[in-house]
């Protein structure tokens, strides 16, 4: 893995497409073990949680699961505005369903907090967050998700769906933004 400059910025590597793969097959484990029903709905939040909720939804292998997908925003450029919006709702009926909503990272929690009360209006039988990257660190509001891949210091990342600026999105490995010394 070598250095990447995105936009005059260098990103150095951070974590490998092997660490990755083998921390998305613990997570699947962890959600199988803990899935009630046959036919879970899994909710993956674009653009960022495309790689990991593919990876993901292929790792648990529940044939008579369901895959849908939800949009918000809440950063420009490296930071978080704190300020989230829905770009693209749920249209599917999940009353009493059991729902795993797959995000590519949980930060300041105000995306995931929002998330959650916006599904929860839909009366599922149970919600809860499966996250690519957490950053303990920076949680504001809200819990923390109930799987996460990797608990991350407070840096801005990139890589295998996560963007700068809609870049970088399609490595497969995740970088951290090299720090100026």
Same mark, same amino acid.
């Given at each position: ?53 593919? =990876? ?15 949009r918000y ?19 599917? =009926? ?25 599904i929860m209006?839909?009366?599922p039988k ?10 303990? =660190? ?44």
């Amino acid at each position: 893995m070598a250095e990447i400059n995105i936009k005059g910025l260098t990103f150095e590597p951070f974590i490998s497409r092997e660490e990755i793969a083998k921390q998305v097959e613990r997570v699947a484990a962890e959600i199988k073990r803990d899935c009630l029903t046959k036919c879970p709905i899994f909710i993956c939040v674009l653009n960022g949680a495309f790689m990991f909720a593919a =990876d993901l939804y292929r790792a648990i292998d529940m044939p008579e699961s369901e895959i849908t997908f939800i949009r918000y925003k809440s950063y420009e450029g490296t930071h978080s505005t704190g300020k989230v919006k829905q770009i693209m709702g749920l249209v599917e =009926d999940i009353t009493d369903r059991e729902v795993i909503i797959i995000e590519d990272i949980v930060d300041t929690g105000h995306t995931a907090l929002q998330m959650r009360a916006d599904i929860m209006a839909y009366n599922p039988k149970s919600l809860k967050i499966a996250a690519l990257l957490f950053k303990p =660190d920076s949680l504001q509001v809200g819990q923390p998700p109930e799987y996460a891949a990797f608990n991350i210091p407070s840096k801005f990342i990139l890589g295998y769906g996560l963007d700068f600026d809609e870049l970088a999105r399609g490595t497969h490995d995740i970088y951290v933004l090299k720090s100026k010394e």
